[in-house]
């Protein structure tokens, strides 16, 4: 066994100041932490335009000079998501995702300009075998200057594509602290930030660190390369018989790739001018080996092409490496790995090196610093155009800014991630409202998506109101002890629109909405209401809330109200000597009777419970029983109307949402058409949000509310899964002004779920800028709770009263099936 050796005396960095490497051949080095775009989030003309702006950034680089994009992928898990609420869907949500592994993505460049010799360096002289004194050269201030002013040059050119975002990383970032170890220590003992531990580093025979067994695989020959390359490839899994997905070219070397792993990406700019005279030369020698040798005739050919191109197109030629640096604990899974990467690479048609002598060498120039120590023989000659192709593009999801939103789960692993649809885009000038419409055919995962989107909302504050037409909330809404207003015959659906809640008045609108709903009792839609009847309901109406302030025995309802009118009313239209003459009592009193006491509607005005529906916050209308009854719903429709219109108004600073699913149809029917737009053009001056969910595309097409209001004035569009319609989707994408990436995205929509757990994935567009497909993914309480399946239901209903509420039933469900797979 060989002595070891003191790292600190092969150390390649002489030391870190204002923020830059120096190392000890004198070579600078600026580093750069860099947000990448989100993957499965770009489209064809965003990676060509992402590509261009890669290569006039690295243009802008001096000779002698190195670009080095270093992309750490690690195994992770999530930890859990905090919840101020602390509900219980919430706590479920957080165990059932506890653990759920992922890839950590860390994307760092680093910009090394070579100390004023700029010599080449080759396997044989790496920097593991020698050190020299810093160069004259490098401690003037007209060589740091000139260096920072490209770089500063190249961050500028990155950050104006709107692609990227660079944060320069400071001393303490790239050294560490007594806290945690900094990019220096991490790269070369491979540790978490967290981390400060000196490990063992093993050359000999193998590249070993610590406990980790490291493997490096290499794309260092122009042989090995592919005979084609671009900003990008078509994913198949995502891709179908009308639409090609995108994903950048390099990407089956990120996250693509499921095991801990850098991706090393370099390119060597020298002296374009020498590099060019140099190759001319070489054609000449070639050219006249031709004749002797069919090989050299091949060498003389590809070295004339390429400098056809450099001189025509003016390409810009330089050297370029790209590694892949893996490692594992087990020693058992290092074969398992090269077949990743193998696999990996053979989908960019390239034949990867797995590096063994030359491993070590190629390693230690990955030290941020050391680029300038890179063996050259290791690199191949390219253009800037064809190298930045090899860039991986592409990031992680990232977490919403802002506190507000709902968890959603990525498209690879389902790792949880906060996403903001309400009030991130506003702030950022991506929406102009909060409104939401939602497509969805049945069994898309559509109930499911919206009631832990209404959960979450709720869980946060929100008011929210639902009308709906199938009984989809109704779990969730006694999960958070709302009310449910449903009609059945052992129990019909009643409110009560004349009681006041505590410290209430009797102001304008209320007066407004009550007259309102008698008006719609009393005269049929065609017919007018005279000035005389007007003043005489209002002063029905005033006289009525008087004697209740006078006597509080008395209980406010309709038939409270009713007995006002027949008696009190009558008396003080008898003395004014007006009954009859300018208002019909008698007809009002004959009109209205069927909804007094013993009538045949006497259940719906007259509730007892249920009856604070300005404060409550989780309210459902459940409209199915009764959408066609001529009676029933309009009036019903008229308090929907009157509950939000009030907490739109008087809510103030509250978050409120009115979510209206299949029901919209009937209440357009039903001449509520204006009511549903001026929702949509008002609701977002109210803190609130109007969402409207429908089944079927037809029912966009034939309704011009939606197609005129709804549509128009919804920022955020969610679909889901549009299989079905793939054939005609070009209607829905004009009717809803779809882009092509869009649509794209939205026909990708569970085409390559992961078979070993359940979910749906929903398409959000923000705007039609932003879009992105989601995991829909709950953890079994929640989906016990959204569950639409009958015999779910009817068993969640047993288990809950046997033990006495739905949350205690839904827990015993749950452990149940646990002990028992």
């Not at 600190?8 to 490497?21: A, L, Q, S």
Request: aromatic fraction near 12%.
């Amino acid at each position: 066994m060989s002595n070891p050796i003191d790292l600190k005396k092969i150390f390649p960095i002489y030391k870190v100041e204002n923020d830059t490497i120096i190392s000890r051949t004198g070579d600078l080095t600026v580093a750069f932490e860099v947000s990448l775009p989100e993957i499965f989030s770009l489209s064809n003309e965003n990676y060509e335009a992402f590509h261009q702006s890669w290569v006039k950034a690295i243009r802008v680089l001096p000779k002698h000079s190195c670009f080095h994009k270093q992309d750490w992928f690690t195994k992770s898990s999530f930890s859990g998501m905090t919840n101020k609420d602390g509900s219980f869907l919430s706590e479920a949500s957080n165990q059932f995702f506890d653990k759920r592994g992922f890839l950590k993505h860390q994307c760092y460049v680093f910009l090394t300009k070579k100390s004023a010799n700029g010599k080449s360096v080759s396997s044989a002289t790496s920097g593991l075998f020698y050190k020299s004194p810093i160069p004259v050269q490098t401690l003037k201030a007209s060589f740091i200057n000139d260096f920072y002013d490209k770089a500063n040059q190249f961050e500028r050119i990155l950050e104006d594509s709107g692609f990227v975002e660079l944060k320069r990383l400071t001393n303490n970032e790239l050294t560490g602290t007594k806290q945690g170890s900094g990019l220096l220590e991490q790269y070369t003992f491979l540790s978490k930030p967290s981390e400060k531990l000196v490990k063992d580093i093993h050359l000999k025979d193998e590249l070993k660190i610590g406990d980790n067994y490291c493997q490096l695989f290499s794309l260092s020959d122009a042989e090995n390369l592919p005979a084609f390359c671009a900003s990008r490839i078509n994913y198949d899994k995502y891709s179908t018989d009308k639409t090609k997905f995108s994903i950048g070219f390099a990407s089956p070397l990120g996250l693509l790739l499921n095991c801990n792993h850098i991706f090393n990406q370099y390119i060597f700019i020298g002296d374009g001018a020498k590099t060019l005279k140099k190759l001319e030369s070489k054609r000449l020698r070639l050219q006249s080996l031709s004749a002797y040798s069919r090989e050299n005739l091949i060498s003389r050919n590809a070295t004339q092409d390429f400098l056809n191109e450099a001189i025509s197109q003016q390409r810009q030629p330089v050297k370029a490496h790209f590694n892949v640096i893996t490692w594992d604990s087990d020693r058992e899974n290092l074969k398992s790995i090269k077949t990743q990467v193998s696999a990996a690479l053979a989908q960019l048609d390239a034949t990867p090196k797995l590096e063994t002598d030359g491993a070590a060498q190629i390693w230690w120039a990955g030290l941020p610093g050391n680029e300038a120590q890179f063996p050259m023989n290791d690199s191949f000659d390219t253009f800037t155009e064809q190298a930045s192709c090899f860039l991986n593009l592409e990031s992680n999801y990232k977490v919403a800014e802002s506190q507000f939103g709902l968890r959603l789960g990525d498209r690879l692993t389902g790792k949880p991630v906060l996403v903001d649809i309400s009030d991130e885009p506003i702030a950022k000038g991506i929406c102009t409202n909060r409104n939401k419409f939602i497509l969805g055919p049945s069994g898309s995962g559509k109930s499911f998506f919206t009631n832990h989107m209404v959960r979450s909302y709720y869980d946060q504050g929100t008011h929210v109101l639902l009308v709906d037409v199938g009984h989809s909330y109704k779990g969730l809404c006694e999960m958070v002890n709302g009310y449910y207003f449903t009609y059945e015959e052992e129990k019909p659906i009643s409110f009560n629109p004349f009681y006041l809640s505590d410290g209430a008045v009797l102001d304008t609108e209320k007066k407004e909405s009550l007259k309102s709903l008698i008006l719609a009792l009393w005269k049929k839609q065609d017919e007018v209401l005279e000035r005389p009847e007007y003043v005489a309901l209002s002063n029905s109406l005033q006289g009525y809330y008087e004697k209740l302030n006078r006597d509080k025995s008395i209980f406010p309802c309709f038939n409270s109200f009713y007995d006002y009118l027949k008696n009190d009313f009558a008396t003080e239209l008898k003395n004014e000597k007006l009954k009859d003459k300018y208002f019909d009592l008698d007809n009002l009193l004959y009109v209205l009777k069927p909804f007094y006491k013993n009538g045949e509607f006497g259940f719906l005005l007259n509730a007892t419970e249920n009856l604070d529906l300005l404060k409550q916050r989780f309210i459902v209308f459940e409209l199915d029983n009764i959408k066609d009854h001529p009676i029933l719903f309009p009036v019903v429709t008229l308090i929907i109307m009157e509950t939000f219109i009030s907490k739109m108004r008087k809510l103030r600073g509250i978050r409120k949402m009115i979510l209206i699913e299949e029901a919209w149809k009937a209440i357009a029917k039903e001449g509520m058409a204006e009511y549903i737009k001026y929702l949509f053009k008002t609701v977002r001056k109210f803190y609130g949000e109007a969402i409207v969910v429908t089944q079927e595309v037809e029912d966009i097409i034939s309704s011009p509310i939606v197609k005129e209001t709804i549509i128009n004035n919804s920022d955020c569009k969610i679909l889901l899964d549009q299989s079905k319609y793939q054939n005609k989707f070009d209607d829905i994408q004009n009717l809803l002004g779809l882009t092509e990436k869009e649509k794209v995205q939205i026909l990708s929509v569970n085409k390559a779920n992961d078979p070993n757990r359940k979910y749906k994935e929903v398409f959000i567009s923000l705007g039609g800028q932003v879009s992105k497909v989601y995991r829909t993914e709950v953890s079994p309480e929640e989906y016990l709770t959204y569950t639409t399946e009958e015999r779910e239901k009817l068993k969640v209903q047993e288990y809950t009263k046997k033990y006495g509420s739905i949350q205690k039933g839904i827990s015993a469900i749950v452990h149940k099936k646990n002990k028992d797979s």
